[in-house]
């Protein structure tokens, strides 16, 4: 079993609509929680990041963490086409490692 | 966010040249870079954590020869493509971290090896 978990889709919807992503992982070291967005021949870019179970908004984006069943999600409502990307999840154990461990990403084609 | 640049953004050599690439924090110090190389339509697979004043660690079956690392300050890592080849072409992305929870990535480096 891989310790991060992600259905790489393609996932399609129309304008408007409310987008899930979601990430499983198995490893419980895991402490930070990341979600990165990245377009196509760019780099990733960081969308939110979180620490405790729970749900945190930026905008037209929530990002929920529930630690007891290992599983993340993140929220996209009212989609526009330029949201679609490749969405990877990350994550990050604590003390001095810094190392990320990705998702294989989920693509998202939001169509006008 | 805090701004990670890379030069160059691409680059064409033939094969059997050497290729650097380079990795900036602009307005940060990072002890600590990530380089990840990237194929089409997939994740990003770490190749080696970058530590400045001190030798790289790298992934298994990652080549230390083939791919070397030096980070010679604290704003800048450097990756070395020695001898390059056509199957080395790829997308190499680098990353600095800023805190555990917020780790920039730079705009990617696209090598194209003739």
């Known amino acids: 079993q891989k310790e991060v978990e992600q259905d790489p889709g393609p996932l399609s919807v129309p304008e408007g609509a409310i987008v899930s992503l979601n990430c499983t992982y198995s490893n419980s070291a895991f402490q930070y929680f990341m979600w990165y967005r990245q377009y196509s021949r760019k780099g990733p870019e960081l969308l939110m990041y979180?620490?405790?179970?729970g749900n945190k908004e930026d905008g037209r984006f929530t990002a929920q963490v529930d630690k007891s069943s290992k599983y993340i999600s993140l929220f996209i409502r009212d989609s526009q086409p330029s949201d679609s990307a490749t969405y990877l999840c990350a994550m990050v154990s604590g003390g001095s490692n810094y190392k990320l461990t990705f998702g294989k990403g989920t693509l998202l084609t939001v169509n006008p | 966010g805090a701004v990670v640049s890379q030069h160059p953004s691409w680059v064409i050599c033939k094969s059997g040249t050497s290729v650097k690439i380079e990795c900036r924090s602009l307005d940060f110090q990072a002890t600590t870079m990530f380089w990840y190389r990237q194929f089409p339509k997939q994740s990003l697979m770490l190749m080696a954590t970058?530590?400045?004043?001190?030798?790289?660690?790298?992934e298994q079956g990652v080549e230390k020869d083939k791919f070397l690392i030096n980070h010679a300050s604290l704003t800048l890592s450097t990756l070395t493509v020695t001898s390059a080849h056509p199957e080395d072409s790829s997308f190499y992305i680098c990353?600095?971290?800023?805190?555990?929870?917020?780790?920039?990535f730079g705009p990617g480096t696209r090598l194209l090896v003739l």
């Open positions: 990353s600095a971290p800023v805190r555990q929870e917020t780790q920039y």
């Open positions: 979180t620490y405790s179970s």
């Open positions: 970058s530590n400045e004043g001190s030798k790289a660690t790298y």
